[in-house]
């Protein structure tokens, strides 16, 4: 069975750092491209970072380069590693699985986890 859950989330002050994990069963990181995406109150999922072990590449949006980090530890599960968080970071964050080059467009993906709630607030 397919599935992905993520953990990590919570209430962090602008300028902190939280790190999120992605824990995926029954697919192989070698095969499978994870992203991380967010969602918040009213706005559109978007995608926020994504990385392939098999393409050897990853990529971030431009609101989080040099805050972001994504990483896996080569087995099953993938870390987004987030610094001087913002209060315009708050939203429900979301990793997903596809088969193929890693995408920040949330609609190239088919496999979901439930996501992470992660608020920044003073």
């Known amino acids: 069975q397919l599935q992905l859950v993520e953990s990590g989330g919570g209430l962090v002050q602008p300028g902190g750092s939280l790190r999120l994990s992605c824990a995926v069963s029954?697919?192989?990181?070698?095969?499978?491209?994870i992203g991380w995406f967010r969602q918040a109150p009213g706005k559109e999922r978007e995608g926020v970072s994504c990385?392939?072990?098999?393409?050897?590449?990853s990529h971030f949006a431009t609101s989080v380069k040099g805050r972001f980090s994504i990483s896996t530890d080569g087995k099953n599960t993938v870390y987004l590693q987030m610094n001087n968080l913002k209060v315009e970071d708050t939203a429900i964050y979301y990793c997903?699985?596809?088969?193929?080059?890693?995408?920040?467009?949330?609609?190239?993906?088919?496999?979901w986890g439930q996501g992470t709630q992660v608020t920044v607030s003073s």
């Open positions: 997903a699985a596809r088969i193929g080059n890693p995408l920040l467009v949330p609609k190239e993906y088919r496999i």
């Open positions: 029954g697919l192989s990181l070698d095969t499978y491209a």
């Open positions: 990385i392939s072990e098999m393409f050897g590449v």
